[in-house]
C-alpha cells in the first residue's frame, strides 16, 4: 500500500510530547497554510510516516522512550524512509547537541520554547523546497553525466550513504558519497572539459553546497592499513 498525500497543501508532522507546544506549533503552521499531523512519541511518528508523505518534520529533541535523535535516524533509513527534511526543537542549545542533530539526519534547529514568530521566519516551506530543489538538480547533474562517463572508459564502482563522522570533522554530514573509476586521468580531465558538460555542470553547482574530490592510485593489497 502506498503512502497517503495531500492534493493541495503541504503537510508537517510535528512530533512532541508536550500538549501545550504540540498545541501552539501545530496551530501556527496551520495558520499559514499547512496540513499538520501530529504524534506525541517518536514511534508513532515513525508509523505515521509509514502511511503518510510530510514535507516536513519538526522534532521535539527531548522525548521519554524513543527521544528526537533516534527517532530521526530511523526515520532517515529503512524502505520508509522520509526525504522529508527535520528540523529538530530543543532547549539543548550547546553545540555538541546540534551537531548531534545534524548527524541524525536533521537539517535545523528551533530553541524551546518555541518563539512563534522564529519559526515562521525560519519558513518549513522554503526548506523543504530548498532541499527538493538541490535533490532534483543533483539528480539531473548524475543521469545526465551517465553517458559522458562512459564515453571516457569510466564507471561507479561504489555508491553509499553516510551514517557518521568517526575520525574527522564532526559537524560534517554528506548527502552523497561515490567511487568513480577512470581508466587514468586524461579520461577525467577529458570529460569535465568537454563542452557538454560544461553545459551540465551549472546542475551540480546549483544542488552541492561542498563537496571533497580525492584522486586515488591503486595499490597492493596487503594485511595491514600502513
Not at 515513525?46 to 522512550?65: F, H, K, S, T
Not at 557538454?196 to 592499513?225: G, M, P, W
Request: with cysteine; proline share 4%; net charge negative.
Amino acid at each position: 500500500m502506498g503512502k497517503d498525500r495531500a492534493a493541495e497543501q503541504n503537510i508537517a508532522l510535528v512530533v512532541d510530547d508536550d500538549p501545550d507546544s504540540l498545541t501552539m506549533v501545530s496551530a501556527a503552521l496551520e495558520e499559514n497554510g499547512m496540513s499538520v499531523i501530529v504524534a506525541r512519541d517518536g514511534q508513532t511518528a515513525i508509523e505515521l510516516v509509514g502511511r503518510v508523505n510530510p514535507d516536513v518534520v519538526l522534532m521535539d529533541a527531548i522525548m521519554p522512550n524513543l527521544d528526537g535523535f533516534e527517532t530521526c535516524r530511523r526515520l532517515k533509513k529503512g524502505q520508509q524512509a522520509t526525504d522529508a527534511p527535520i528540523i529538530f526543537m530543543t532547549g539543548l542549545t550547546e553545540s555538541v547537541n546540534v551537531v548531534r542533530g545534524l548527524k541524525a539526519g536533521g537539517v535545523d534547529y528551533i530553541t524551546k520554547p518555541v518563539v512563534v514568530d522564529e519559526l515562521l521566519a525560519r519558513n518549513p516551506l522554503k526548506t523543504t523546497a530548498a532541499v527538493a530543489e538541490a535533490k532534483e538538480a543533483y539528480a539531473t547533474y548524475g543521469k545526465a553525466t551517465a553517458p559522458l562517463l562512459a564515453d571516457v572508459g569510466g564507471s561507479v564502482v561504489w555508491r553509499g550513504k553516510f551514517e557518521l563522522t568517526f575520525i574527522g570533522p564532526s559537524d560534517e554530514t554528506w548527502d552523497a558519497m561515490f567511487i568513480v573509476h577512470y581508466p587514468n586521468a586524461k579520461a577525467f580531465l577529458q570529460m569535465i572539459t568537454s563542452a557538454a558538460y560544461q553545459k551540465l555542470v551549472v546542475h551540480r553547482q546549483a544542488a552541492v553546497k561542498t563537496s571533497r574530490l580525492i584522486r586515488t592510485q591503486n595499490l597492493e593489497l596487503t594485511d595491514s592499513f600502513a
